[in-house]
């Protein structure tokens, strides 16, 4: 043990000791070169994420603003369109209704007329049938012209 006391080591000399130093200050150099070109990146990287993230929520917003704008033209059309489609529904019906009264009208002089002519025929004297043929003739003229001109005309379109 007392051999081992006495042994001697040997130190890296001074010029050695320095020659480390300075390589370890140049990779600690280039390190911290690398930590601020680092840190610059990371900086210019937030800074484009929080414009794409203030541009995201600009665009979002714009988008929203657009899809409103288009909800209420939409609203505004579907409303339009209702009017027009009630309106022409109301004009179809008073066209329809006017149809169906002169029909009925007229029906109701056919069967007044075939009433009448039945009667006039089944009790009437010879005399009376041709005097009633005279003027149901004249008078009928006129009526079946406006008759035929009734059964002529279109239906109202739907």
Do not use: N
């Not at 130190?11 to 601020?36: N, T, Y």
């Not at 414009?51 to 929520?57: I, L, N, S």
């Amino acid at each position: 043990v007392e051999a081992h006391q006495h042994h001697s080591y040997k130190l890296p000399s001074a010029a050695l000791i320095e020659r480390h130093k300075a390589r370890i200050r140049e990779v600690v150099d280039g390190l911290c070169a690398q930590l601020f070109e680092a840190q610059e990146l990371q900086t210019r990287i937030r800074a484009v994420v929080d414009a794409a993230e203030d541009k995201a929520a600009e665009v979002r917003a714009q988008v929203g603003e657009a899809f409103d704008r288009l909800l209420q033209a939409a609203e505004a059309r579907s409303c339009d369109l209702k009017q027009e489609l009630l309106s022409a529904s109301a004009e179809q019906r008073k066209g329809l209704d006017v149809a169906k009264a002169e029909c009925s009208m007229a029906l109701v002089d056919i069967w007044r007329t075939i009433d009448f002519l039945e009667k006039v025929l089944s009790r009437g004297t010879d005399v009376e049938v041709l005097k009633a043929k005279g003027q149901l003739f004249q008078r009928h003229q006129r009526q079946l012209q406006q008759w035929e001109a009734l059964a002529e005309r279109p239906l109202p379109a739907l």
